[in-house]
C-alpha cells in the first residue's frame, strides 16, 4: 500500500480492540478460578473469556519430563511458565487480532499439537499464579487483583481438584506443595500482593470487592462503547460533499436493471416473485464483483480447434455471508462460482446503544491465502456493520485489496466510512440510498 493511501487513511478501532484484560493471581488453591467464573457470571455478557496461565506451560526436556511423572518438577516456579509467548499472544488480543492459544495437557504433562483460537473478547480474565510477575504482563493489564486464602484451605483444594481433574495422587500432591508450593509462594507469589489494585480475601464470598470489579469492568466498557459510536458518527460527517471513490463500482442503471429494483421495491409483489428476482439481480452483483478479482492470460483450444486468448483466475475465491440477510446472495453466488467456499459472520446491533456487536464467526481456515474474498450483505445503512465485517477479515489475515464488498444498496454515507477507514477495499453496490434505510431485503427474502 503506498504511503498516499496510508496518509488518507481514516482511523477505525473496532470494538474488541484494547481488550479490559484482568489479571488474578494468588497461591495454588486460593480461588482464582472461582473469582473469575464469579466474575463472568455477574457480568453476563457474551464477550468475557477466562484465560489460564496453565495453558503457557513450556515445554519440557527428556529429562524434566519423567521428573514431572515423579512429581519432582517444579511447576510453581516461573521459569515453569512461557511468558514470551503469553506476552505476545496478549499483544494480540490488545491490537484487536486473533490469538492463537496452547492447549496443555496434564496428564501427559505436554502441550497438545492442536491450539484454540481467541478473538475479539471484550474483556479477557488472565488468571494464574502468576498473573502479576512479569512486568510486561502488568503493563497490559487494566486491574490487577491478588486472591487471598488461608494455607490449610488452599492445600486441601489443589488436592481434591489435582486427583480429581489431573489424574495425581495424594502422596505426589502432598509432596508437590511441601517441594515447590509452599516456598515458591512465599518467594514469588506473595510479593505480588504488592502490585495488586484490589487484594480479595474469602474468594466470591466477598461481595464488596466482586461489586466493586464488575463496576470497574462495565465503566470501562460504556467508555469504550461510547468512543466507538463517536467514532462512527465523525465517519460519516461530510459524506454528502465528497465524491465517491473510484473504488465502488455501481451498476449502470439499464432499462433492465431498473425493472427488476422496481419489482423488488414494490411492497405488492408476491414473496415467490421478490426471490426469483432478487436472486437475478444477486447473480449479476456477483458477477461483477468478479470482474474485481485477479486474472491472468491463459490460451485454451476451442471445439472448433482454433485458440481463444483468454483469462482465468489466479487463484480461489471465496465468499463471507453477514447473517441472516447475505444468505439472500448465496443463490446467485452459487449460480456463478458453484464450488464457492463460504464463511459466515454475524453482527447485530445492541438495542440499547445502536454499536454493531460481532456474535458468531466461521471462516475457512486458508482464507488469508485466498486470492479474493467476497463479503455478502444486501444492505449497507450506518455502514458499522460493514466496517467490522472487513476488520474481522483482515484481523484474519486477508488484505484489504483482496476484498470485494458486494450489496443492493448502500447509503452513501455507508460507502463514505467504509472507504475513509479502507481505501483499498473494493465495493460493488446496485443502488445507492440518499439516508438510513430499515433493513428489509431479508424479511421479504425469507419470509419472516
Not at 28 to 48: D, E, F, M, R
Not at 97 to 124: C, D, G, N, Q, W
Not at 168 to 175: A, Q
Request: hydrophobic share 40%; aromatic share 8%; proline share 4%.
Amino acid at each position: 500500500m503506498s504511503d498516499d493511501v496510508v496518509s488518507k487513511r481514516e482511523h477505525y478501532s473496532p470494538p474488541w480492540a484494547d481488550v479490559c484484560i484482568i489479571g488474578v493471581a494468588g497461591s495454588s488453591g486460593s480461588g482464582k478460578s472461582t473469582l473469575s467464573h464469579a466474575i463472568v457470571s455477574k457480568l453476563n455478557l457474551p464477550w468475557v473469556v477466562i484465560l489460564s496461565m496453565d495453558s503457557f506451560y513450556n515445554q519440557l526436556s527428556k529429562e524434566d519430563h519423567e521428573k514431572a511423572f515423579r512429581s519432582e518438577f517444579d511447576f510453581d516456579a516461573p521459569a515453569a511458565i512461557d511468558f514470551d509467548v503469553l506476552v505476545d499472544r496478549l499483544r494480540d488480543l490488545k491490537a484487536g487480532k486473533k490469538a492463537e492459544i496452547p492447549i496443555y495437557s496434564f496428564a501427559k504433562h505436554a502441550r497438545e499439537t492442536e491450539t484454540t483460537s481467541i478473538y475479539s473478547p471484550h474483556v479477557l480474565i488472565l488468571e494464574g499464579i502468576f498473573a502479576l510477575y512479569d512486568p510486561r504482563v502488568l503493563d497490559l493489564l487494566d486491574m490487577k487483583i491478588f486472591c487471598e486464602a488461608d494455607a490449610d484451605t488452599c492445600l486441601s483444594r489443589r488436592i481434591l481438584r489435582d486427583v480429581a481433574e489431573r489424574g495425581r495422587d495424594i502422596e505426589g500432591c502432598i509432596k508437590q506443595w511441601f517441594s515447590y508450593v509452599k516456598p515458591n509462594f512465599e518467594q514469588y507469589v506473595e510479593p505480588q500482593r504488592k502490585v495488586a489494585d484490589i487484594i480479595v480475601p474469602r474468594g466470591i464470598e466477598n461481595r464488596v470487592a466482586m461489586t466493586m470489579v464488575t463496576q470497574y469492568i462495565e465503566r470501562k466498557l460504556f467508555e469504550k462503547s461510547k468512543s466507538h459510536r463517536a467514532d462512527l458518527k465523525k465517519l460519516g460527517e461530510r459524506s454528502e460533499e465528497e465524491m465517491l471513490s473510484d473504488k465502488v463500482h455501481v451498476l449502470k442503471p439499464k432499462n433492465q436493471l431498473r425493472g427488476m429494483s422496481t419489482i423488488i421495491q414494490d411492497i405488492d409483489t408476491s414473496a415467490e416473485e421478490f426471490v426469483f428476482y432478487f436472486d437475478r439481480l444477486a447473480t449479476l452483483l456477483v458477477e461483477h464483483a468478479m470482474n474485481n478479482v485477479c486474472f491472468r492470460s491463459q490460451e485454451v483450444e476451442t471445439a472448433a480447434g482454433n485458440k481463444y486468448n483468454g483469462l482465468i483466475a489466479t487463484g480461489e475465491v471465496s465468499a463471507v455471508v453477514l447473517l441472516r440477510a447475505g444468505g439472500a446472495f448465496e443463490t446467485g453466488l452459487k449460480r456463478v462460482i458453484p464450488d464457492c467456499r463460504t464463511g459466515r459472520l454475524l453482527i447485530q446491533s445492541n438495542v440499547r446503544t445502536g454499536e454493531p456487536e460481532l456474535h458468531y464467526l466461521k471462516l475457512p481456515e486458508d482464507i488469508k491465502t485466498h486470492d479474493s474474498v467476497l463479503l455478502l450483505d444486501p444492505q449497507m445503512s450506518s455502514g458499522g456493520a460493514a466496517l467490522m465485517s472487513v476488520q474481522v477479515l483482515i484481523d484474519h489475515g486477508v488484505t484489504e485489496d483482496k476484498i470485494v464488498f458486494v450489496t443492493y444498496s448502500a447509503s452513501k454515507a455507508a460507502l463514505h466510512r467504509l472507504n475513509k477507514v479502507f481505501p483499498e477495499l473494493r465495493v460493488v453496490v446496485c443502488i445507492i440510498v440518499s439516508d438510513f434505510e430499515e433493513r428489509w431485503i431479508a424479511e421479504r427474502y425469507f419470509g419472516c
